[in-house]
Every structure is written in C-alpha cells, then in structure tokens.
C-alpha cells in the first residue's frame, strides 16, 4: 500500500458491505495499524475470508490480516462483552488495544435502548450505543480507564496512530454505519447517535484532516436501510425478495428495506465524505454473471455500463467492485485520473 491514512466509511444507511470492502483492502495493502471509528456494538460488519465468516461489531475488519495491529478509537463505545468475544474468537489478544477514553456502555444502556421512543418511533438496534452516548453528552459516563476488566487492553490512540504515519506506514481508519444515518447529515431523528462521515470518523479515532490520503466510500449495488426513516423508492417485500434483494440485519436479524440504487443520494455523499474512490459491493445481485468475477473487462455489458454510470454521474472513481462474498471476490481497477 501507498503509505498515508486511508478512510473507508459507508455511503448510504450501513450495510454497505465495508466489512469486505476493507478486509481486502487490509490483505492487499498491509496497513501497519486499523483503527476503528464510528459509534460501537450497533454495528455488524460481515468479513469472508477463505471460508471462514466473521461477524465484527467491535474490532477493525482488517483483523483478517494477521500482522496488522487493531485499534478502536477514543469516540467509539465499547460494550465489554461484546469486545472480550471478538477477541477471543479472533485469537487477536496481543494485537488489540481501546483508547483509554472510549466510553462503556453499560447494561442500563441496553436496557433503556429496548424500550420507548428509542424502539418504538427510531427503531435502534437496541445496542445501548444512543444511551451511552447521551451519559457521554452528560459527562456521567464510565471510560475505559475507569473499568478494571479493560486494564490490559488501554492505550492512547490517537498518538499510535499518528507516530505511525509520521514513520511513513501505512494505515486504515474504518467507519461504521453509513453519512445517511449521520446525527447531522441525516434524516433526523431517523439516524444514529454520532456523526458517522468521513470527518466524523476521523475524529473518532484523532486524526486531523490534512493527514488523510483516500477516501473510500463504499455503496451497494441497491440500497438498504433497518429501522424507521426515509427510503425512497422503497420496494414492497415480495418486489425485494423477487429481486433476490432481501437481507437480514447482523446484527437484529431484521429484514432490510431495500430499494434501487440512488444516484442522488450517492451523490450527496460523495460530497459529504469527500471521496476520492469508490467502492461497489454486490454487483452480482443485479448483474448474475459477473458473480466471482475478479477482472473487469470480462463483466457483462450492462454491469460495465453501470459502473460506468456511477463513475460519470459521481465524478469519482470506482476502484474496487464486488462480485461475491468472499473478501478475494472483487475487482480493483487501476485508478486513471480523467476529467469527468
Ligand atoms: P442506533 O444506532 O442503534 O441508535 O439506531 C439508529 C438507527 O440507525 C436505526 O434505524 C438503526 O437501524 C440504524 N443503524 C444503526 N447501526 C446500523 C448499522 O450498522 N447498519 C444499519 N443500520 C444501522
Ligand atoms: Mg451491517
């Protein structure tokens, strides 16, 4: 990997398919550190590697490549349980460290996550991230380095992260959730309980603007949103299903609403993110050859074309396209610089 600091974060309402976008990117470009921003356990990034399938609320996607360090940044909420299985089940306990001043969601937050207004009328993921977040705002809630069980765990973040991009190594921040679901850029109250663009993600993990060198923004072939809130052009069930469209929450197990590829949307948040590339996710399931396809020039006429109108109509480039689950199931095109 070129060094420098790559942002890869979501483009639409989560559930872009991130999770495969930056496992692959960990693979291929060896970034020294991965460092996780975002809001916390509310979301479920899905990682295939060589047959084996990972479920990460917690740890960075890249924990795939065995020689990166893995980190989580001082925005991010970290709910121990969750945590101490990911690192358990990913062997990956000598490589991990939290920023001493994540904050901790506590079994109250969850509770008062399932329950009222947070349920009924937002429809959360019930993770106790939004509560959590609230006794942040209020000053009244536990950091890392106020939990014993977190102790061998603490580190300070930002400064790692920053010391290795003054050595000139490379390293990737990863967002989570999508700018749609943004606290500021968003449909609210119909979003998440931080601002998760680009901006808001580097924040989250303390690195300043001008050390970052890409940014990533990853979309799905279709859009897909969980919970209350705006979808245009939404699709009824049977139409999403016919489509071969329908999916499940990793996280709620909930079916996603789903809807056709928004290019206004995806325009508003290139802008947002700032983005200088792109990646698609799922172009199998609207084009079935181009399934497992790993070079561009053989994809069928009609996905080439769609890509092509994603690049043309974004003005960005799309770099990486995913054609199948496995993290290795994907194209990643040579960036040319062109005038759009
Ligand atoms: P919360 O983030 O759990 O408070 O949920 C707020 C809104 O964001 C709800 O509509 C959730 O379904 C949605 N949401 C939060 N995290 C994710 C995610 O990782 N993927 C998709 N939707 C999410
Ligand atoms: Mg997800």
Known sequence: MASGCWVIVGGAYGDEGKGKIISYIALKKKPSIAV???VGPNAGHTVIYRGKTLKLRMLPCAVVNEKTELLLGAGVLVDPDVFFKEVQDTGSRFRTKVDRNCAIIEKRHVEMDREGHLKDVIGTTGTGTGPANADRILRVGKLAKDDERMRDYLGNVSLRINSALDRDEPVIVEGTQGALLSLYHGDYPYVTSKDVSASGICSDVGVGPKRVSEVVVV?????TRVGSGPLEG???REETVKRGWQEFGSVTGRLRRAAPFNFKLARESVTLNSATQIGITKLDALFPESSHMREFDRLPKDAR???D??????????VYIGT???AEDIIERKVVSREW
């Not at 979309?219 to 859009?223: A, G, L, V």
């Open 36 to 38: 996780r921003g975002g």
């Open 219 to 223: 979309f799905k072939s279709f859009i």
């Open 234 to 236: 939404e699709l009824s």
């Open 305 to 307: 074309a769609f890509v």
């Open 309 to 318: 109108e994603i690049e043309s109509e974004l003005s960005t480039p799309v």
């Open 324 to 326: 199948g689950p496995d």
